[in-house]
């Protein structure tokens, strides 16, 4: 569940934020302040931890306490202002990636409130890519691109290549096409349909890896590496990575997880020997670790039910990678 602070400041303000905190309930864990003096050390901390910062006071007050904090459109989370009565929500920072733009809306229909939107491709009724991605949780390759779409839609519709399915009816801005001067692309591959491509990378590569004892983290990397230029892969759609429970210690397969910022996730002999699929067999592998493939029935296991090997066991260097393919569709609300 997602975190949010609450901060009054009077008696009026008091009790719109129990009325925030009650909107907002179904969604997010609430943590109301009334903080009193000096706001910079509080809200410095609570920006660093909460998804969402919400004031009920003068915008001059959210201002200036969250100034010092301010970073990234990329990082920072959402902050709103609400007047200590509650007639208008003001989405402050953070409208689009941070979702305050959303909230805002959550929460003025809840109070029956005014939402205050200021950016413009709301406000011009536009396709917002950021906002979009964000909710779906995809990655975004540049921001200085998606600045540039975000900037261009407003003058024109712009073209949006997938390779996944999608549901729900496009927006306003956009259409399907895989040509064109600028577009995005929801794609795991390393696609460019358009001259200038926003990659909007879904994470839905599993990646099976197996490999010798005290394989050094160096190694496995390079074997990834090599799999993924090979056929043309984008390393940020990675969702995990997998192996058999017996490499659960492995130091650089662990190291290499860490590093990469994934998951891993280790299944069993018998659980891969139950992976649903036709795979590589080893009688090797089966001798050493009980069943027959670790990295192929790793990855389908990884990546669920309707899961595409799409890369089969791969050697080298005393590691083996394989990549599945998870079963993921994308929706326009």
């Given at each position: 569940?997602?975190?949010?602070?609450?901060?009054?400041?009077?008696?009026?303000?008091?009790?719109?934020?129990?009325?925030?905190?009650?909107?907002?309930?179904?969604?997010?864990?609430?943590?109301?302040?009334?903080?009193?003096?000096?706001?910079?050390?509080?809200?410095?901390?609570?920006?660093?931890?909460?998804?969402?910062?919400?004031?009920?006071?003068?915008?001059?007050?959210?201002?200036?306490?969250?100034?010092?904090?301010?970073?990234?459109?990329?990082?920072?989370?959402?902050?709103?202002?609400?007047?200590?009565?509650?007639?208008?929500?003001?989405?402050?920072?953070?409208?689009?990636?941070?979702?305050?733009?959303?909230?805002?809306?959550?929460?003025?229909?809840?109070?029956?409130?005014?939402?205050?939107?200021?950016?413009?491709?709301?406000?011009?009724?536009?396709?917002?890519?950021?906002?979009?991605?964000?909710?779906?949780?995809?990655?975004?390759?540049?921001?200085?691109?998606?600045?540039?779409?975000?900037?261009?839609?407003?003058?024109?519709?712009?073209?949006?290549?997938?390779?996944?399915?999608?549901?729900?009816?496009?927006?306003?801005?956009?259409?399907?096409?895989?040509?064109?001067?600028?577009?995005?692309?929801?794609?795991?591959?390393?696609?460019?349909?358009?001259?200038?491509?926003?990659?909007?990378?879904?994470?839905?590569?599993?990646?099976?890896?197996?490999?010798?004892?005290?394989?050094?983290?160096?190694?496995?990397?390079?074997?990834?590496?090599?799999?993924?230029?090979?056929?043309?892969?984008?390393?940020?759609?990675?969702?995990?990575?997998?192996?058999?429970?017996?490499?659960?210690?492995?130091?650089?397969?662990?190291?290499?997880?860490?590093?990469?910022?994934?998951?891993?996730?280790?299944?069993?002999?018998?659980?891969?020997?139950?992976?649903?699929?036709?795979?590589?067999?080893?009688?090797?592998?089966?001798?050493?670790?009980?069943?027959?493939?670790?990295?192929?029935?790793?990855?389908?296991?990884?990546?669920?039910?309707?899961a595409e090997l799409i890369v089969r066991k791969t050697s080298q260097n005393g590691v083996t990678v394989a990549v599945a393919l998870g079963n993921r569709r994308i929706t326009f609300e």
């Amino acid at each position: 569940m997602k975190t949010a602070a609450v901060l009054s400041f009077s008696a009026k303000g008091a009790e719109t934020a129990r009325r925030v905190a009650a909107a907002l309930e179904d969604e997010y864990e609430i943590s109301l302040y009334a903080p009193r003096g000096n706001l910079t050390p509080l809200t410095a901390e609570l920006f660093a931890e909460r998804d969402a910062l919400i004031f009920v006071g003068a915008c001059g007050i959210a201002v200036r306490a969250i100034a010092p904090c301010v970073a990234a459109k990329t990082t920072d989370p959402a902050v709103l202002v609400l007047d200590e009565l509650g007639l208008h929500v003001i989405s402050l920072l953070s409208g689009h990636i941070g979702g305050a733009n959303a909230l805002c809306w959550k929460l003025a229909a809840a109070l029956e409130s005014e939402a205050v939107i200021t950016t413009a491709t709301d406000v011009n009724k536009r396709f917002s890519v950021d906002a979009w991605a964000s909710r779906q949780g995809l990655g975004i390759s540049s921001m200085d691109l998606a600045k540039l779409f975000s900037a261009s839609i407003l003058k024109r519709d712009l073209p949006m290549y997938t390779d996944l399915p999608i549901e729900g009816d496009l927006p306003s801005g956009v259409y399907f096409a895989a040509e064109g001067a600028l577009g995005a692309a929801v794609t795991w591959r390393r696609a460019e349909p358009f001259r200038r491509t926003l990659y909007l990378v879904p994470p839905v590569l599993h990646v099976g890896i197996g490999c010798k004892r005290d394989t050094p983290e160096e190694r496995i990397a390079a074997a990834v590496d090599a799999v993924f230029r090979e056929h043309g892969l984008l390393s940020a759609a990675v969702a995990e990575l997998a192996s058999i429970d017996v490499k659960c210690d492995e130091a650089g397969l662990l190291s290499y997880a860490a590093s990469t910022h994934r998951p891993i996730r280790f299944f069993s002999a018998e659980e891969l020997r139950a992976a649903p699929g036709e795979f590589t067999a080893s009688a090797f592998v089966a001798g050493t670790v009980g069943v027959d493939n670790v990295c192929e029935r790793a990855a389908v296991l990884s990546a669920g039910e309707g899961a595409e090997l799409i890369v089969r066991k791969t050697s080298q260097n005393g590691v083996t990678v394989a990549v599945a393919l998870g079963n993921r569709r994308i929706t326009f609300e």
